[in-house]
């Protein structure tokens, strides 16, 4: 077995970003930048109101107030820019911009309007309420760099920077190869002792939501020659294909011996991690060049989701080259104490609380490699490092958030 640190390091040194492709900008959200995105000219490109009010020379207003201005012109967002009379006030709205003259705006209720004339009791400072050229980006500067995952917010701010299309990282092909003489569709007949397959459902889900094209096969028995053509197949198109269940040493176990046959060179097989220990990684070599990744996850629901979520989700992400690959973890308070051995890092489902200002982290009861109900009910895997051998009740431990993968 090797450390959690050490394979997932492994895994995604061997990581190289797919290629790039243009895309409308309404079809980026959530794709990867392969690109800077500069600002070609400030944002903003003129100063502005932020307030409805009247634009005013704040020179021109000496003494103590109240002052009684007259007002002359209008300028709305996107209309005609007129320019400030001398000793006059502007009507002006939020969003158009600034007459020439004029460097303070007096919010509409802060200046009463009698006729055609308003009255303002104090002086604004220069610069008030006004949104300057160039505030947010100067021109030439980077406004999103290569590498980041564009949330709505930064395809808003790319629309802004009126770019109506993205290169983005393409999406990475999946093929998701589930094995076993047990395995049946949800919903379908079966002989006694069947089950409906649910861990492609949750690698298929959670590949699409960290940004892949996903193709789920046929499911695999349990006969070595069938299984090696399965893979066979699998590996081509695919940029990563993941294996669920058939991985470890039984009689039956014939998808890690299939992998082989077929081509993929296997880097490591064991981790140091519980759940999950019998994880298969490695790889096959393309005759056109580059590489297929391979993720042989164990067929236990548990074990298969979390070793797809620790492992799989990060290096879909470094193959569109996204700059932060790995989740970020929080710091959460243990509720409950429990004992356990040492030499395997643990990962806790579990559901989190809020309690005094604290995140509170508490262990899904059921914590079996074979449980499915524990990820349906967990929004965070709370992280047990490999060499302590007990958690007490108020312990802070790192999390993960399940949202965040």
């Known amino acids: 077995m090797i450390p959690f ?13 797919v290629g790039p492709e243009r895309v409308p900008l309404e079809e980026a959200a959530g794709r990867v930048l392969a690109e800077d995105l500069v600002a070609a000219e400030p944002m903003p490109a003129f100063d502005y109101s932020a307030m409805d009010g009247y634009a005013l020379a704040s020179a021109e207003l000496t003494g103590g107030g109240p002052f009684t201005l007259p007002v002359r012109g209008e300028s709305a967002a996107g209309g005609p820019l007129p320019a400030l009379e001398p000793g006059a006030a502007c009507r002006i709205f939020t969003g158009a911009r600034l007459p020439p003259g004029s460097d303070a705006i007096v919010p509409q ?14 002086a604004p400072r220069a610069g008030a309420w006004v949104r300057r050229r160039g505030a947010d980006l100067a021109e030439g500067a980077v406004a999103l760099r290569r590498g980041a995952r564009l949330s709505p917010g930064k395809v808003a ?5 009126d770019r109506p299309s993205l290169f983005v990282a393409r999406r990475p092909v999946v093929t998701v190869l589930c094995s076993g003489d047990e395995l049946r ?13 649910s861990n492609g459902y949750f690698v298929a889900a959670t590949a699409r939501a960290a940004g892949a094209a996903v193709r789920v096969a046929p499911f695999v028995p349990d006969d070595a020659a069938r299984a090696t053509g399965a893979v066979a197949t699998a590996l081509r198109g695919s940029d990563l294909v993941v294996t ?19 081509g993929v060179t296997l880097d490591f097989w064991r981790v140091a991690i519980k759940p999950g220990k019998p994880l298969a990684v490695g790889r096959a070599e393309l005759a056109r060049g580059g590489a297929v990744h391979v993720l042989g996850l164990p067929g236990n629901p548990a074990s298969a989701s979390l070793t797809f979520a620790l492992f799989g989700v990060p290096l879909l992400r470094a193959l569109q080259g996204d700059a932060a690959p790995l989740p970020p973890r929080v710091i959460v308070r243990a509720a409950g104490a429990l004992r356990r051995q040492t030499g395997r890092a643990e990962f806790l489902r579990a559901r ?9 982290a508490r262990v899904a009861p059921n914590q079996a490699s074979g449980a499915v109900t524990s990820f349906a009910e967990a929004d965070a895997l709370v992280i047990v490092p490999a ?3 007990r958690v007490d009740e108020g312990d802070r431990l790192e999390a993960i958030r399940l949202a965040e993968i």
Request: glycine share 10%.
């Open 5 to 17: 640190e050490e394979a997932l390091a492994r895994l995604l040194a061997a990581a190289v970003p």
């Open 109 to 122: 209720e802060d200046a009463p309007r009698s006729g055609d004339a308003i009255t303002v009791r104090e």
């Open 157 to 161: 701010l790319a629309a802004a920077l």
């Open 185 to 197: 569709p949800p919903g379908s007949p079966g002989p006694a002792g069947s089950v409906p397959e």
């Open 244 to 262: 669920v269940g058939g991985v470890s040493v039984g009689d039956r176990d014939v998808v890690r011996p299939a992998l082989e046959a077929a």
């Open 352 to 360: 989190l609380e809020i309690s005094s200002g604290e995140l509170v």
């Open 387 to 389: 060499d302590r051998d």
